[in-house]
């Protein structure tokens, strides 16, 4: 059974609108959640984390939301950019040093 | 950039062959992960390790193996390809666990198995 889901594979958005991207686990031991972003022919890169002693946490455009009761976090990009089409992957500490990842969402952003 | 490099980046090989995938780090950090990416999948955690030596595998094991004798090496093999293992495979790397890390990944190695 996937722990991480991504129920979205993909999302389009004008330039300049906002992004929401979805990810809802299935553990609620889980504490620690991270966003990664990934362009085509690279590895993902880091994006942003949030710990669950927080519901929110900023940083520039972007802004993730943890709803721990119904075991749901999202990403917020505002305004999204053309540069930041790419697939996005939440993922989460699974305990004993392993990260699991979402399926991804592959969110364009129209000029 | 994390100094994190794979290899081979590109790899072409036949049903049946052992394949050994190198991935390289000059950060000194002490867990280390290999991940595939299929379509649909996303990345699934093949195997990991959380030191020299200690290695545990991840969701989709079967069929992999890794070792790890120093710190800046992490080898996965496949010891008789299939089919199903074409995929691309990230190593990735972090420093510290709980609340605090943070993955660092490799550009990844292509292998298609015929």
């Known amino acids: 059974d996937q722990q991480v889901k991504q129920n979205s594979p993909s999302l389009s958005v004008q330039e300049g609108r906002i992004s929401i991207l979805n990810c809802d686990y299935t553990?609620?031991?889980?504490?620690?959640f991270l966003w990664y972003k990934k362009y085509p022919a690279e590895g993902p890169t880091f994006l942003i984390s949030?710990?669950?002693?927080?519901d929110k946490n900023e940083d520039g455009r972007f802004t993730v939301f943890l709803n721990k009761s119904a075991k749901h976090l999202s990403l917020h990009i505002v305004p999204s950019q053309p540069g930041d089409s790419a697939v996005y992957f939440c993922a989460v500490e699974s305990g004993t040093y392993k990260y699991i990842f979402g399926t991804g969402t592959r969110l364009k952003v129209l000029a | 950039d994390a100094g994190i490099t794979q290899s081979p980046r590109h790899k072409v090989t036949e049903t049946g062959t052992p394949v050994t995938l190198r991935c390289h780090q000059t950060?000194?950090?002490?867990?280390m992960y290999w991940y595939r990416q299929d379509p649909g999948h996303g990345l699934r955690l093949i195997h990991y390790s959380y030191g020299v030596k200690d290695t545990d595998k991840g969701e989709v094991s079967d069929g992999y193996s890794v070792s790890r004798s120093k710190t800046e090496d992490f080898l996965l093999t496949l010891e008789s390809a299939t089919s199903s293992q074409t995929s691309v495979y990230f190593c990735a790397i972090s420093e510290s666990y709980r609340n605090t890390g943070e993955l660092f990944f490799g550009e990844g190695s292509r292998l298609t198995v015929l």
């Open positions: 553990n609620s031991m889980f504490d620690y």
């Open positions: 949030i710990s669950s002693i927080k």
């Open positions: 950060e000194n950090h002490r867990y």
